[in-house]
């Protein structure tokens, strides 16, 4: 639903602005809406270019976090029956995802991820088409979560010491912050070797969500101190609400602001923060309405529906509780009339 609103709010684009880059960036991806639309309503578009995908900044990842949702009922399952074959098997996806983004890599000599410095724009695309956009490149990072709710459901009241919490976090750093700045000497113009390469573009992205479950788990546990209390302010509550309009919506401001400029932009931080306060105000003044037009009430269907169901399920279950407490309890006469009033 909240695609179709995007899809349609992205062609009322022209109305709202004009530009010398117009036909370049937005009749671009109006075409791609309407040629399109159907990939991302099936959640295919991730298998088509990214230059055809109808709400390339978007579409892609919703379609990739279906399909891993769909295909992980088998290892939940495995899981379900077998703890340690289950974590082993998922232990096994991790593994295989990461081999075949190496080997795709290496095989197409490709960028280690989506270096905009680099001057060679076929080889980002096909970095994108070939890498990116695809469902296992993902899957690394995605089981990684599957193996943390694992760990939070037989470690959910643990108590970590000071030196293993600080050997945590320690590890979580060092583990986030090479996922960012390991790429410095691509960035810089200094390219590491096919083999380097491979490796850190296998790895960079489940590295990078092992540091952010660690933050997940010690909050959950109650082990995260003040990032625990930073986290869970009620002061971020209206805007955790907001964050998925603000994903879906973000790129059409960018895209309007892109094609409607009509001067050269200096480029300095002053400028750059200038233009990314401005967009993120932009994109939240707009998703607000949207919320609560479109994703509140949903929501709160959706939460009236599930609700009604559970308390149905809960009053079949006292019903049922209290015969059997009756029949357990009763004279051999009430048994009897039970007897034929039931059966």
Known sequence: MLLLLTIGLAFFMPVVSSGPFWYDVVDKELSNCRSNWWFGLLFISNWISMQKICLSTVSWFISTDLQLHSSSII????????????????????????????????????????????????????????????????????????????????YNTIKLSLTHNMMGWICSILLAVTALYGGHNWNVGNPEGPLVTALFAAMHRTTFALAVAWVAFVCITENGGPVNMLLSSSMLAPAGKLTYMIFMLHSLIFWVRKASVRERIFVSHYNLI?????????????????????????????SLLFTEKKKENQNETKQENVLVNVLSHSHPQVEAKCDRIFF
Request: with cysteine.
């Open 75 to 154: 290892p939940l399952y495995i899981l379900y029956k077998s703890r340690n074959i289950g974590v082993s098997f998922v232990i096994c996806i991790i593994i295989a995802s990461n081999m075949a983004i190496a080997g795709t890599t290496f095989k197409y000599d490709l960028l280690p991820f989506i270096q905009m410095s680099c001057g060679d724009n076929q080889k980002i695309q096909d970095t994108i088409d070939y890498v990116h956009l695809r469902p296992y490149t993902h899957a690394g990072p995605y089981y990684v979560g599957v193996l943390l709710g694992v760990v939070i459901l037989d």
């Open 274 to 302: 200038y233009e990314y306060i401005g967009n993120i105000a932009f994109t939240v003044l707009l998703s607000i309405p949207c919320h609560l037009l479109l994703e509140a009430p949903i929501t709160k269907l959706d």
